[in-house]
């Protein structure tokens, strides 16, 4: 992992001095010179309090973001496996189109709610196929959504269900597989698994790692769970206010973490198997500082 | 299963509901036909006497002396029999003949309209809720202002204007009748000249309901998130309209559209009465002056059924459109 | 390791922090709750608002100022001009003043009609929903019946069966009422079935509320938009409807509404004796109402589904932002 | 001080399914103690039926059998209105259990006076506001009349707290408390309970799926699965020494920092399939038991 | 065929110069159905199936002859012999004969359900040219009845047809016009080729269907039809307003209060007094009325109630004035309410005994013109020192309380008989016999008025040969005086029905100085002699 920190390879994404500005009646600077690399195959975690930007981030980066937010500077590249470079935020519209899900894909926050209820899992599926590989025959289009679906782990046969027929961890995986299907460069995470009880969270965690070890695309995973993202992340960035205050490996932020901010993070998490810290129970400990 | 099951169970109580209600009202009506059909005669220069009078009873049956139970129950067993009796005010004339007469013309002109404006409606709002906040949302009140015109005051200046002054379109009648209706293009052509402006009129003043509600669920839909993914899946902006966008925003429309599909049969009368329109509206209108109890419960339960029928259909058509609704029962 | 005490305060964002700063440096007194249920003043409130205003200050106050609207002279169909502000009828009636009776009567209707349909609605949607069980479902069966009962033909028939005596506006107003709450009804059921399972509802039941006022302290009052806006429509429909009968005679017969006196202006011909003074007006002012209060409803869209408001506030930054563009 | 006896309660929901009518039993016979100044923890997997079992407690819901027994120190039993100022609850969303339409006041001042906590206007705000400031919102004042919109997540919960306490609860039913909340502040909250808790002699019952908290802040796990109690004992034996597979498997997949990298990468999921919920170990005594209390041969 | 279908905004009928084209008023479409003796019959009496002979109701004098020929009463009424018409065919060729008469005539006796005229007599076939019909007792007054509105049917059709319940949608008959072809929205009489009169000039008549008077106006001012008989703007400038087209008004029927008058039948209210009618009826500015609410097309009524012009010869001189006046009498009316005891409280309203002088008017909802009357009635009454209040209500409901009696005041209008004689008015709307106490559905006698004068009056004119005008003109003077006196029906003024027809395309139509049918386009059999009579101009 550590080769892949040390930038030897060329980077798949490149973000610098990315600002994004909510203009509201008091503008709020949402994302603030976030500046940050992929290297392919690496999974890069992004965690932080609720409202810190990182959605917002995303967003950005594949340029979904809608008024009033808007990219005040910076930049994002996207470094094509074939050796060209693309510049996202000069695409015009349609090549964004065409760009979007075959090299970059997302997974959203609550992607429960990200399918359409009213259209079979196939028909989903299919869309994407039928837009971006306009080639395919029909046959081969369904025999690649079997196929996906296989590797996330959900039964073939439930292609033709519609979203609400599945369950909440099911869904998450469809998603999953729906973002995978182009085979995408680098995929996005945000809050894949927030709403999902531990043991499917745990699950999907395993099948992501999984299928990143055989297709080796780069993953930004978003959360704001700090010991999920040590479990699985190469590096962690952490996000305060729009910025990115500690940007390390995983091992560094958690043994030597240098931000207090990320301290603060860290201690928020009791430990499930350390000893019983001396401040649980007792009621004054400086973290209930923030009652006011 | 029981999703069918329980549907099934409202539309038998409200057929009942509506049966009974349907017995019950005119009986409760004040008037009865002989003294009606008299006073018609009478006012047409015809003598009126004892005798006339006699003569009228006989014709029609007078009151009958049965107990209401008993009379309710003929009158379940008659409509279960398809017998609707006889339509006093054109006297011998069954009411499922006077009903078949009438029927197609309401339900081709009011069901077109009713149809058009769902689709301009519904499609307008659609393009109106997919770019909210431009110069199209401008429709909205527009279209709100149709709406809460009178419909007969609009019509009328319409027929005014349109049919008196400009004299583009026919305003009276529901073809020329110089022509034999069947099925030959000249009459049909007729038949859609005399209709245009009439349908004109319904579209114009109901296409703003559906206008607004469609535009409301667009936005409501649009900051959905698969709508959102459907944009990161970089599917076409068509695309995501028809088949993400509108198809889900549609959703409430097609169940408000069932409901006004049913109403077709009885909004037609204030249309019918100003084109002189031949239609069931007109014949309910005729009925309830001529205390023609008959004739009213037949087209109340024509009405009924229609509403009931066009919901039915809508709810299966639901379970189609919606997959969900199958599982929500 | 987790148990690691920070050394340092962080220098976090403290939201809680932040939130309540906010409140205490604009120092302005909280909202109250039924406060934030007021629509924001928007373009379309204060026109909507200013229309339904002025007609309702017309009706109320119009009356008073007018000459006797029954008084015929011989004098009939005078163009507007001295004396008749807004002509005669055939009778020689003044316009006007039969405009600020009609426009009373009118809008007592919509307001009965829309009080009226409002309890009803409220009590059989709100009630049912909130109680479950076999009484949401009697309630729900029998305001979907009343859906699917036609409406206009059953007021031609019920106000034929009404007693001549107590015909008029109120009959007109409680026929109207009784065929036209059932659609509000669903969707007060509706959003009560949503309110009912949240947990702010569950919340006061534990603190020990009785159901009464579980329903009318915890749920009513988050319905008002609701509320409002089925009321609104319920006016609406009412004017729109009683013009629709009196069009075809059966009307407010001894009482003076909009619609009777559009009937009465189509019976003396009116329209073809090119007397608009006497044809438009009232037409018109039912336009206008009903316009107006559509244009109300529009706003208490947006506190019903605020994501209406956010279309509205991006559309002004727009062209704010654009203004700022060309200069 | 109050304790509560919970008795083999059962909770069958009769759910239809096209034409058939199916029971599902969300709790089966689930047996425990509250008692003063404890803390009982319920965990389990989403759907386990903790919710029901939290809201039956709190009389939102009827058990179809089993009992619930709020006793008073000197064994009296307590009943009707009575019982709802002893036991109060707090909801897993302090979004949703605030009424937007009310103030911060109303909230906490209308147990005040259905109970009958207080005399007169002066009297309840003079209470609200000391309640307020009991769970460390200041300016209580200022708080007091503020509407729910205008108050952070952590605020809320607070405020919920506050509400429940407010008619004298002396058992306390926190239903996934912080789950909602933002990581940094659900400690500050827990803490607060805890401080209540110690000041109040409550007794409290802390249902979480997070296995990290439980273990911190009870003294007493119960593990639920599939409406079951399968092991039960005190905390820290609980989750260093699980006993049943699916409290291995819940323990196993609660993110450690300290297996980075591990975990993940072995190799396939665990079969939940052959996880058995009609056995239940109990470390107190260490046997298997059965359902109906008899004790098992180990498997 | 459409010729210039569409070019015209109205129902469309482009219709050729030898069409005309009718709208009857009648609302929505028709419904199939040319029995003659069907109450809801659209067509057939006179065009098809003719009678007898034709009375003409605005003209006393001889009928016409139609199928009869000539017709004479034995010296007691109790005989009445026809000589009928030779060489007369049905339009399906058959010849007509005396048994088609006699069996017609039978057939209301055998069907009671079609017998409206209450016909009692044996008829006889003397020859195929001669029936002689014998009456139980005098039967002078119902000659007009047997002879002009008794449609004549063929035996050889008819034998199968049940006279109550069978429509006739194919109608055979001797007369001038045969049916051409039907449709919901309109049907078309062609001239009869065999008629016995002779082929008429008018070629054919197509009869729309329209909503009603407001459609009626705007197809008349669209051009598209040619004769209706209903209100239009501007009444008093038709031949200004519409090109081409002229109007005929007749008036035939008295618009009055009707009162519920009779106290002894069950009538309550002030109205029961005779005073307060008197009052009411020198209140009335009949001018003003007639201005207002008719567009000056009624006119003047008699107390009497006989038609100032065509019973000129039997109005009674012993009126206290031969016509109502026209313009209010307050000094008058005032003065009989004092002397009948009545007081003015302090409202302006008289009161006896503590009831006050206020009495309810009932209207029919949409009957623009009587309300706009009634209205006017109030403010005339009002400065009498009466108040009347209008109570509008459906006609079903206004039927059934008139029926009833349940009523104070109604406005309504008293309508003729099957011939210009007066007596028809008065049996049926004065005769103890057409009346019966409140509560008791009775048609026409709705005033409850029961005299037994006036009875008596009638039943010696029943006796009488209506020839014999000398010998009758003291019993109308009997009745005209009592129901001055009583004005159970008070009058306000002889309505005008208005008709507009198309003088430029047609030539021969009814004027006022000929008036030689009823020019009333719903007027059965009027309506047949006036297209018997059209020409076409060719325009
Ligand atoms: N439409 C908007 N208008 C104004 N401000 C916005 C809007 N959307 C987001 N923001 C602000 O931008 C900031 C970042 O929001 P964002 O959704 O990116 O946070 P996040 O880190 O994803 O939070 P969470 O963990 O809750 O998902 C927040 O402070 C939020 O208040
Ligand atoms: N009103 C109800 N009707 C039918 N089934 C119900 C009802 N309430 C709960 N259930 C079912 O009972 C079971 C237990 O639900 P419960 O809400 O208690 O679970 P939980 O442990 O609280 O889950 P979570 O962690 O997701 O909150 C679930 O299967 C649920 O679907
Ligand atoms: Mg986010
Ligand atoms: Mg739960």
């Known amino acids: 992992m550590t080769a892949l920190t040390e930038r030897a390879v060329r980077p798949v994404l490149t973000v610098e001095d990315l600002s994004v500005v909510y203009d509201v009646a008091n503008p709020v600077t949402a994302v603030k010179n976030v500046s940050l690399t992929l290297a392919p195959g690496e999974i890069l975690g992004l965690a932080g309090e609720s409202g810190c930007g990182k959605t917002t981030l995303a967003y950005a980066i594949n340029r979904l973001h809608k008024p009033p937010a808007r990219i005040s500077s910076g930049s994002v590249t996207f470094s094509d496996a074939d050796g060209s470079d693309i510049d996202l935020l000069a695409l015009s519209d349609e090549k964004l189109r065409a760009f979007r899900w075959s090299k970059l894909s997302m997974v959203f926050q609550g992607a429960m709610n990200a399918l359409n209820p009213v259209i079979s899992i196939a028909a989903q599926l299919d869309d994407v196929l039928r837009t971006h590989r306009p080639g395919m025959s029909k046959a081969e289009r369904r025999a690649r959504g079997q196929d996906v679906l296989q590797r996330v782990g959900v039964d073939p046969k439930r292609l033709n269900s519609f979203p609400h027929e599945l369950s909440g961890g099911m869904r998450q995986r469809v998603m999953i597989a729906m973002a995978l299907i182009l085979e995408p460069q680098v995929m996005i995470m945000d809050e894949p698994t927030t709403a999902l009880d531990v043991v499917v969270q745990r699950d999907i965690l395993r099948e992501i790692i999984r299928l990143r070890d055989e297709l080796n695309f780069a993953v930004i995973f978003i959360t704001h769970d700090l010991p999920l993202l040590l479990e699985i992340s190469d590096r962690i960035a952490i996000m305060l206010r729009g910025e990115i205050v500690e940007l390390n490996s995983g091992e560094q932020i958690y043994r030597n973490p240098q931000h207090p901010y990320t301290q603060k993070l860290l201690g928020s998490f009791p430990s499930l198997t350390g000893d019983r810290g001396d401040f649980i129970r007792t009621g004054d400990h400086a973290l209930t500082g923030d009652n006011r | 299963m029981s999703y069918f099951v329980r549907k099934l169970g409202f539309y038998l109580v409200a057929l009942w509901a509506a049966l009974t209600l349907n017995f019950l009202i005119p009986r409760l009506m004040p008037g009865n036909p002989v003294d009606v059909l008299l006073a018609k005669l009478q006012q047409r220069g015809g003598i009126v006497d004892a005798a006339t009078r006699r003569s009228y009873e006989l014709l029609l049956g007078g009151g009958t002396d049965e107990p209401i139970w008993v009379q309710y129950g003929n009158y379940l067993v008659n409509l279960a029999k398809g017998d609707l009796g006889i339509a006093v005010s054109v006297f011998p004339t069954p009411v499922s003949e006077v009903i078949g007469q009438a029927l197609p013309w309401t339900i081709a002109l009011v069901g077109i309209a009713t149809i058009l404006s769902f689709i301009l409606g519904v499609g307008l709002g659609a393009i109106v809720g997919w770019k909210p906040g431009t110069w199209l949302d401008s429709l909205v009140p527009a279209t709100t202002l149709l709406a809460a015109v009178p419909y007969f005051w609009l019509a009328l200046i319409l027929v005014l204007i349109i049919s008196s002054t400009w004299q583009l379109l026919p305003g009276m009648g529901g073809y020329d009748v110089v022509l034999s209706p069947g099925w030959n293009t000249e009459f049909i052509l007729s038949a859609i000249e005399y209709g245009t402006l009439p349908a004109l009129t319904i579209v114009l003043s109901s296409i703003g309901g559906w206008l607004l509600g469609m535009r409301n669920m667009m936005v409501s839909t649009l900051s959905e998130d698969y709508i959102l993914t459907a944009q990161a899946k970089g599917l076409r902006n068509s695309r995501i309209l028809g088949g993400y966008a509108a198809r889900n925003a549609a959703l409430p429309s097609i169940a408000g559209f069932a409901i006004s599909l049913g109403f077709v049969v009885s909004g037609s009368i204030i249309t019918e009465q100003v084109f002189s329109y031949p239609g069931i509206g007109s014949k309910l209108l005729q009925a309830v002056q001529n205390s023609d109890y008959a004739l009213m419960q037949g087209i109340f339960l024509v009405i009924t059924l229609a509403v009931l029928g066009a919901n039915l259909l809508v709810d299966l058509l639901y379970g189609i459109i919606d997959p969900r609704t199958r599982a929500r029962s | 390791m987790t148990n690691l005490t920070p050394t340092t305060e962080p220098s976090v964002a403290d939201a809680d922090e932040a939130l309540a700063a906010t409140a205490r440096e604009e120092g302005r007194k909280p909202r109250a709750g039924w406060r934030a249920m007021l629509p924001s003043m928007t373009p379309s409130l204060v026109i909507g608002f200013g229309i339904v205003a002025a007609i309702v200050l017309f009706g109320l106050l119009g009356p008073l100022f007018v000459q006797d609207p029954t008084t015929v002279r011989n004098s009939g169909l005078q163009p507007p001009g001295d004396g008749h502000l807004l002509g005669t009828t055939q009778t020689g009636q003044d316009v006007l003043a039969q405009l600020a009776f009609a426009t009373r009567g009118s809008l007592e209707i919509g307001l009965i009609v829309g009080v009226l349909a409002t309890l009803l609605s409220a009590f059989f949607g709100v009630l049912g929903a909130y109680l479950g069980g076999f009484a949401d479902e009697a309630f729900s069966l029998f305001s979907n019946v009343m859906l699917v009962i036609p409406g206009l033909p059953l007021v031609i028939v019920i106000s034929g069966f009404v007693p001549q005596e107590q015909r008029g506006l109120w009959t007109i107003a409680v026929v109207l009422a009784i065929t036209g709450w059932a659609a509000s009804a669903r969707v007060l059921r509706a959003q009560t079935l949503s309110l009912r399972n949240r947990d702010y509802v569950a919340a006061s039941r534990v603190a020990g509320e009785r159901s009464w006022r579980v329903i009318a302290v915890e749920i009513l009052p988050n319905l008002l938009p609701v509320i409002a806006s089925q009321f609104v429509f319920a006016v609406i429909f009412a004017i729109l409807s009683e013009a629709g009968l009196a069009f075809l005679g059966l009307g407010a017969s001894n009482s003076s509404t909009l619609g009777t006196m559009l009937f009465y202006a189509q019976n003396g011909f009116a329209l073809q004796l090119k007397a608009w003074w006497w044809f438009v007006p009232p037409g018109l002012i039912i336009a206008l109402l009903g316009c107006g209060l559509s244009l109300i409803n529009f706003s208490i869209d947006e506190i019903i589904n605020p994501k209406l408001r956010n279309v509205r506030a991006h559309a002004k930054r727009m062209r704010i932002a654009r203004k700022a563009a060309a200069r | 001080m109050t304790s509560v006896e919970v008795k083999n309660l059962t909770k069958e929901f009769h759910i239809r399914n096209g034409m058939k009518r199916s029971t599902l039993t969300a709790v089966d016979r689930v047996s425990f103690d509250l008692l003063p100044g404890r803390t009982v923890a319920l965990v389990g997997e989403s759907g386990s039926g903790k919710s029901t079992i939290a809201r039956m407690l709190a009389r939102l819901e009827k058990p179809t059998s089993g009992s619930i027994d709020v006793t008073l120190d000197d064994r009296t039993p307590v009943h009707g209105s009575v019982y709802r100022r002893h036991v109060q609850m707090v909801f897993q969303d302090p979004f949703a259990s605030l009424n937007p339409f009310h103030s911060i006041e109303h909230h906490v001042a209308r147990p005040l006076k259905i109970h009958r906590r207080t005399r007169g206007a002066a009297e309840t705000h003079e209470r609200v506001v000391h309640m307020l400031e009991r769970v460390n919102l200041s300016p209580a004042e200022d708080i007091a009349a503020r509407r729910p919109h205008e108050l952070s997540g952590g605020q809320r919960q607070r405020v919920a707290i506050a509400r429940a306490l407010a008619p004298g609860a002396q058992v306390l039913i926190a239903d996934e408390p912080v789950s909602m909340l933002d990581v940094s502040i659900r400690l500050g909250v827990l803490n607060l309970m805890a401080r209540l808790q110690r000041e109040d002699n409550l007794a409290v019952l802390y249902i979480t799926h997070d296995l990290a908290t439980a273990r911190h802040f009870s003294d007493e796990i119960l593990v639920l699965y599939r409406g079951r109690v399968v092991e039960r004992g005190p905390a820290d034996s609980v989750i260093l020494n699980p006993q049943h597979d699916y409290t291995k498997l819940l323990a196993a997949s609660a993110p450690d920092p300290e297996r980075m990298g591990k975990l993940v990468r072995a190799t396939g999921a665990p079969d939940r399939s052959g996880i058995d919920n009609s056995v239940s170990f109990n470390h107190y005594t260490g046997e298997w038991t059965s359902l109906d209390k008899r004790p098992v041969p180990v498997s | ?539």
């Open chain 5, 1 to 539: 065929s459409a010729s210039g279908s569409g070019s015209s905004g109205g129902s469309g009928s482009g219709s050729a110069s030898d069409t005309l084209v009718a709208y009857t008023g009648q609302a929505g479409d028709y419904q199939i159905n040319f029995n003659p003796y069907s109450p809801s019959t659209i067509g057939g009496p006179g065009e098809i199936f003719e009678p007898l002979f034709y009375y003409n109701q605005l003209q006393s004098g001889d009928p016409k002859p139609l199928l009869g020929t000539e017709f004479s009463w034995n010296e007691d009424g109790t005989v009445l012999s026809v000589t009928l018409r030779d060489g007369v065919k049905w339009s399906d060729g058959e010849d007509f004969t005396a048994d088609d008469v006699a069996f017609s005539l039978n057939l209301l006796k055998e069907n009671p359900a079609v017998n409206a005229i209450g016909f009692d007599g044996e008829v006889a076939v003397v020859d195929p040219t001669h029936v002689t019909i014998t009456f139980p007792a005098p039967a002078f007054v119902n000659g007009p009845s047997i002879l002009g509105r008794t449609w004549i049917v063929p035996e050889h059709l008819w034998k199968d047809i049940d006279p109550a319940t069978d429509v006739v949608a194919e109608p055979v008959g001797t007369g001038p016009f045969v049916l051409g072809e039907f449709k919901a929205q309109a049907f078309r009489y062609d001239a009869n080729p065999t008629y016995w009169d002779g082929e008429p000039e008018l070629k054919h008549v197509r009869y729309v269907a329209l909503s009603g008077n407001q459609a009626g106006a705007d197809a008349l001012a669209a051009g598209s039809i040619d004769w209706q008989t209903g209100p239009v703007p501007d009444m008093a400038n038709v031949e200004k307003n519409y090109p081409g087209y002229k109007a005929v008004t007749v008036h035939m029927n008295q618009v009055a209060l009707f009162t519920c008058s009779n106290a002894e039948l069950g009538c309550e209210g002030p109205q029961t007094d005779p005073a307060v009618r008197q009052a009411l009826y020198y209140a009335m500015d009949r001018d003003q009325i007639n201005s207002l609410a008719f567009q000056d097309t009624a006119a003047e009524v008699s107390p009497g109630f006989a038609l100032p012009e065509r019973d000129a010869a039997l109005l009674s001189d012993s009126l206290p004035e031969q016509t109502a006046p026209m313009s209010p009498d307050v000094d008058k009316a005032t003065q009989i309410l004092e002397a009948a005891g009545y007081a003015k409280g302090s409202d302006g309203i008289y009161a006896k005994d503590g009831v006050r002088l206020a009495m309810s008017v009932r209207v029919v909802t949409g009957w623009t013109d009587y309300i706009t009357a009634v209205d006017l009635l109030a403010q005339q009454a009002k400065a009498v020192g009466i108040e009347i209040t209008a109570l509008q209500s459906s006609w079903n409901e206004w039927t059934e309380v008139r029926g009833l009696g349940e009523y104070q005041l109604l406005i309504d209008s008293v309508t003729q008989g099957p011939a210009a004689d007066p007596y028809y008015m008065y049996n049926e709307f004065f005769s103890t016999a057409n009346t019966g106490p409140v509560g008791q559905s009775v048609n026409p006698g709705f005033a409850r008025f029961s005299d037994p004068e006036v009875d008596a009056a009638l039943a010696a004119l029943r006796t009488s040969n209506p020839t014999d005008v000398e010998s009758r003109k003291p019993h109308y003077d009997i009745i005209q005086q009592k129901i001055a006196a009583n004005l159970p029906y008070i009058p306000v003024l002889t309505g005008g029905t208005t008709s507009e027809y198309n003088a430029a395309k047609f030539s021969g139509w009814p004027t006022e100085e000929d008036l030689y049918a009823v020019p009333a386009v719903w007027s059965r059999p009027d309506s047949s002699q006036v297209f018997a009579s059209l020409t076409p101009t060719g325009k």
